[in-house]
């Protein structure tokens, strides 16, 4: 069983920037797929950053903007999120899975709040 515990979230106005960090109870190595995903109210959950091996994804509405990384030493994965809009609101959610639900885990989740 693994934990995943999500740090960073809160209030910034738009423009702004937040680095959310995920830190998982034990190796992260063993991990293809890592990374986060986010829900708006009345929204279904969407995926904002991931790394599927070495190769990241980021949904259209982040590049350029946001910034996944990850610290294998510390088992910890990063998003950094700079030129923060009010669109970026929402529940983010740290991922690890072995592969696509097979050893899957989710963490509980941070809020973000943009304000105009």
């Known amino acids: 069983q693994v934990q995943l515990v999500e740090s960073g979230g809160g209030l910034v106005q738009a423009g702004g920037s937040l680095r959310l960090s995920c830190a998982a109870s034990?190796?992260?190595?063993?991990?293809?797929?890592m990374g986060w995903y986010r829900q708006a109210p009345g929204n279904q959950r969407e995926l904002v950053a991931v790394?599927?091996?070495?190769?990241?994804n980021y949904a259209d509405s982040v590049k350029g903007r946001f910034t996944i990384s990850r610290d294998n030493a510390k088992n910890t994965v990063y998003l950094q999120m700079n030129s923060l809009k009010p669109e970026d609101t929402a529940v983010y959610f740290c991922r690890v899975a072995v592969a696509e639900g097979i050893g899957d885990y989710w963490g509980p989740g941070t809020q973000v709040t943009v304000s105009s």
């Open positions: 790394y599927r091996g070495a190769v990241t």
């Open positions: 034990g190796s992260i190595f063993r991990f293809n797929l």
